[in-house]
């Protein structure tokens, strides 16, 4: 009876991909599973549909953990009843401005983020990470704050095919664990980790060329710089 009578239940999430084993009698009495949603990771709704109690359930809906994005698209493709209670996401595909604003801005559960198959690209508009003018932003760079301030950001991998970290960038991301700079990186821009305190490293690309001012300022915990 864990859930018994949780009789205003309207969403439940499970991240296992394999469902969890449920021995115990009526954990879900009084609930309606006519209208309350299951979401489980994609490419488990059958396994789901069969299992004892979640089979229960009329509305069984799989999310992605991993996404192929079209530049532009990212805010409309994560499902809306989920969006704040991603831990993880993988990122394929073409991604620009507007699609990490979305990252910094809309999921606000995400820890981390693997962005390096990824592929920035160009865009001009008022709907990037930078503010509400009419802003360009370049192909292949990590945008101007583009998750400034991700206080729970543990972990964020670049696309291998960025060349630079502009300003503010991971400005003030205090969780990240180690700090990694992608070889392709050239150039990093002013206070673009300011206060990022990783518990580890700072791995700088063997291609780099431009340190902005105050890039690192702040990042205490580093223990060594490669």
Known sequence: YIFSSCTSLTTIISYASTPINITAP??????????C???????????YQASAQWQDFSNIVEFATTIANTAGGLSATINQAIRNLLPNLSITGTIDARDFKTLRDSLTSLSTVDLSAAVIVAYTGSLGTAGSGNIVYSANVVPESAFYSRTNFTSVSLPT???????RAFYNCTKLST??????ITSIGQWAYYNCTPRSSINLSTALQNIGDYAFFGCSGAKTVT
């Open 161 to 167: 095919t960025a060349t630079k970290v502009d300003y």
């Open 37 to 47: 949603t299951l979401y489980v990771p994609q490419g488990s709704k059958s396994a």
């Open 179 to 184: 700090i990694t700079i992608t070889n392709a």
């Open 26 to 35: 009526g954990t879900f009495n009084a609930v309606d599973k006519s209208k």
